[in-house]
C-alpha cells in the first residue's frame, strides 16, 4: 500500500520555505526521500530509521515520528535546483522487504 | 564503478510481444528491485529481489517475471506485451534492504503499440 503524500504541487518563489508530508497506514521500519528531476532517474536525499529521528542535509532536512507513522520533508531557502518531484518510499519491517514510493510532490522554484 | 545500468533506453513493441528488460549493477548489491513510473502513480514496485536465486512480487506483478541467477544481474521479462504495460521502467540496488540508499538506473521507456 502506497504512502500518502501532500501537498501533491507546491509552488515556490526562490529563498521561500516548503514542507512535504508522507504518512503511513502501516508501522514503518524506515522512510526515504527520493527527488528526481524531469526525464531523469530519482536521486537518493536521506533515510530515516524508526526512533523518530531528524536528518539533515544543507537546507533540506526531515522528520520522522514513528508513533504517527508519518515523516516530513523540510526544504528551506529553496533554490531553483530545488525544482523536481520529491518522493517518499516506505519500509514496513519484519518479513515485509518491499520499499513502497508514494506518488510524488511536484516542486517548482520560480525566481 | 557503472553503477546501474539498464538497457535498452527506448523500446517500442506491438501487443504481444515479448521482450526483455535488461539491468546490471557493479557494487555488489544485493537487494534489486524493478519499478515502472506512470504520471500521476508514482513509483510502483513490479518485483524485487533480497540477494541471488531469491525473487518476489512487489505491487503490480502481472504480466512480468523475472529471475536473479547473479549477483549483479536483475532481467525483467515482459510475458506479452500489453498497451497497459507502456511506462518507464526504473532498476534500482542497494547493499541491503532497509537502512541503505537505493541507486536507481537511468530508466527505459517502453511503448506498446
Known amino acids: 500500500q502506497q504512502p500518502v503524500q501532500s501537498p501533491q504541487a507546491v509552488i515556490l518563489r526562490e529563498g521561500e520555505d516548503a514542507v512535504i508530508n508522507c504518512s503511513s497506514s502501516?508501522?514503518?521500519?524506515?522512510v526515504h526521500w527520493y527527488r528526481q528531476k524531469h526525464g531523469e532517474a530519482p536521486v537518493f536525499l536521506m533515510i530515516?530509521?524508526?526512533?523518530?529521528e531528524q536528518k539533515g542535509h544543507d537546507k533540506i532536512s526531515a522528520s520522522f515520528n514513528e508513533k504517527k507513522q508519518q515523516s516530513s520533508l523540510y526544504l528551506t531557502a529553496s533554490q531553483l535546483s530545488y525544482s523536481g518531484t520529491y518522493f517518499c518510499?516506505?519500509?514496513?519491517?519484519?518479513?515485509?522487504?518491499?520499499?513502497?514510493f508514494g506518488k510524488g510532490t511536484l516542486l517548482t522554484v520560480n525566481p | 564503478n557503472a553503477g546501474v545500468t539498464q538497457t535498452p533506453k527506448f523500446q517500442v513493441l506491438k501487443t504481444g510481444q515479448s521482450m526483455t528488460l535488461q539491468c546490471a549493477q557493479d557494487?555488489?548489491?544485493?537487494?534489486m528491485s524493478w519499478y515502472r513510473q506512470d504520471p500521476g502513480m508514482g513509483l510502483r514496485l513490479i518485483h524485487y529481489?533480497?540477494?541471488?536465486?531469491?525473487?518476489d512480487q512487489g505491487e503490480v506483478p502481472n504480466g512480468y517475471n523475472v529471475s536473479r541467477s547473479t549477483t549483479e544481474d536483475f532481467p525483467l521479462r515482459l510475458l506479452s506485451a500489453a498497451p497497459s504495460q507502456t511506462s518507464v521502467y526504473f532498476c534500482?540496488?542497494?547493499?541491503?534492504?532497509?537502512?541503505?540508499?537505493?541507486?536507481f538506473g537511468p530508466g527505459t521507456r517502453l511503448t506498446v503499440t
Open positions: 534500482a540496488s542497494s547493499k541491503q534492504w532497509g537502512s541503505y540508499e537505493q541507486y
Open positions: 502501516k508501522a514503518l521500519y524506515s
Open positions: 530515516l530509521l524508526k526512533g523518530g
Open positions: 518510499g516506505t519500509y514496513s519491517g519484519g518479513s515485509n522487504y518491499k520499499l513502497t
Open positions: 557494487m555488489n548489491h544485493e537487494y
Open positions: 529481489s533480497v540477494g541471488a536465486g531469491i525473487t
